[in-house]
Every structure is written in C-alpha cells, then in structure tokens.
C-alpha cells in the first residue's frame, strides 16, 4: 500500500498538470506583453507597431490612424458606431473592445504645446506619435437627441454638439481602456 503523503502529492501534481493544460492558452494570452517600437519625445505615448499608441499617463490606448486616414472619408456618428463594432469583428491589433471616445478621454489627445498636421496641412495640437493627415476632431459617445459631440484638436480645442448625420467637423479615432 502506498503512504498516504504520496497519494496526496500525486493527486496534487495530477491536477495541477491538468489545469495547467488547460489554461495553457489562458496564461499564454495573460503572459504576452508588448513591447513598444518607439515613444513620444515625453514618454507618454509610446506605438506598439500595430496600429496602436497607448497613452501611459492614463491608460489609454488610441488607434494610431483615424478614420480618415485608414478610409480616406468623412464619416457620421451613425457610421463611427458601426466602424467602431466592425473593427471589433476584425479583431484590429488583437483587441475586441474598441469605441468612440468620451468627451473627456478625447480631451486628452490635445495638447497646446504639441504640433501635428491635419488632412488639409493646418496646424492641430496632436502629438506626433500620431501620423500627420489625420482629421482635426474626434466623434464622441456623449450624445442628446439628434445631437452627439465632437472634441477639437485645432485652435483652442474644446467640445461642442454636432449634427449626428450632417456635422461638418465628422471625423474619428477610436479608443479603448483603459488598459493596465
């Protein structure tokens, strides 16, 4: 008969086997850690190479492209919703869980002392982790009735309500996070 601690002990190594086994992918998964191919001059954004820059003062990790420049387009609230579930289906740079900013995560993106280039070459307060030609505001998910906002990154920044379908001011980048 075998002693009882040997028992214990297979018992235990048995279900850990077991369970390591079928975690396997799970900790795999949690265990990936990327790793930046270059950062802001202030270190606060740093590009993961994959269409991604998280923002390491709160977290945020922004689509590097915006709409316009990944569909050379305008696009309404309505359409910014949609785009934002479709490159969830795509899974874009492995993550599931994009949306549309709020105002104030879109606020963020603003900084007076930064320059960057807009779609028509005008002066907008991005940093340049960001490439140059992108729009100049951000849809948000804030909205009230036939109304959403949008947040500026040119001249005094800022946010203000849009027409959902017709604002002239319609462009996007999504977002997600924040992420640890």
């Known amino acids: 008969m075998q002693h009882p601690s040997r028992i214990a002990t ?8 077991v369970v390591l086994f079928c975690m396997a992918p799970v900790l795999a998964d949690s265990l990936k850690t990327k790793k930046p191919v270059a950062q802001s001059v202030d270190k606060r954004f740093k ?76 002066k907008i307060y991005l940093d340049r982790m960001f490439p140059a030609g992108a729009g100049w505001s951000t849809w948000t998910e804030k909205e009230k009735k036939s109304k959403a ?13 849009q027409d959902k379908i017709s604002g002239t001011d319609a462009f996007l980048r999504l977002i997600r996070g924040p992420v640890s």
């Open 149 to 161: 906002v949008v947040v500026s990154l040119k001249d005094e920044g800022g946010s203000f309500y």
């Open 10 to 17: 297979f018992n235990t190594v048995s279900i850990f086997l």
């Open 47 to 122: 590009d993961f190479g994959d269409g991604t820059i998280l923002d390491s003062k709160n977290g945020l990790m922004w689509m590097k492209q915006d709409y316009w420049q990944r569909e050379g387009k305008w696009v309404n609230w309505y359409t910014a919703n949609e785009y934002a579930q479709r490159m969830n289906n795509k899974n874009f740079a492995g993550y599931s869980d994009w949306r549309l900013p709020t105002p104030e995560e879109a606020a963020t993106l603003y900084e007076r002392r930064k320059r960057n280039l807009d779609k028509d070459g005008d």
